[in-house]
Nanobody
């Protein structure tokens, strides 16, 4: 089983919200910085948001103020609350270790489609 299993994606209208979840296994979750990444068709995979073990967060400029990353170490789970979604947020979303140089096997991801 991949260390990361993402869920929560779907089809949403512009301006809508989604909450993604990522359950991890086989890693020392509470000590690891975790990131949400996304990859749109024909584009490279980019970092969207990161959270350290000290709960310090960082966001890409394109999502800052709209997305919120959080983690629950008791559930080995990281979340991504996405608000005010835009069509350009359409992508396959993944979670993994951060920075990406330390990434483990990638999961299936969860598809987010923003369209009217």
């Amino acid at each position: 089983q991949a260390p990361f299993v993402e869920s929560g994606g779907g089809l949403v209208q512009p301006g809508g919200s989604l909450r993604l979840s990522c359950v991890t296994s086989g890693i020392d979750f509470s000590s690891q910085p975790i990131a949400w990444y996304r990859q749109a068709p024909g584009k490279q995979r980019d970092v969207v948001a990161t959270i350290t073990r000290e709960y310090s967060t960082h966001y890409s400029l394109s999502v800052k103020g709209r997305f919120d990353i959080s983690r629950d170490n008791t559930r080995n789970t990281v979340y991504l609350q996405m608000n005010a979604l835009k069509p350009e947020d359409t992508a396959l979303y993944y979670c993994n270790l951060w920075p990406s140089d330390f990434a483990q096997s990638w999961g299936q991801g969860t598809q987010v489609t923003v369209s009217s």
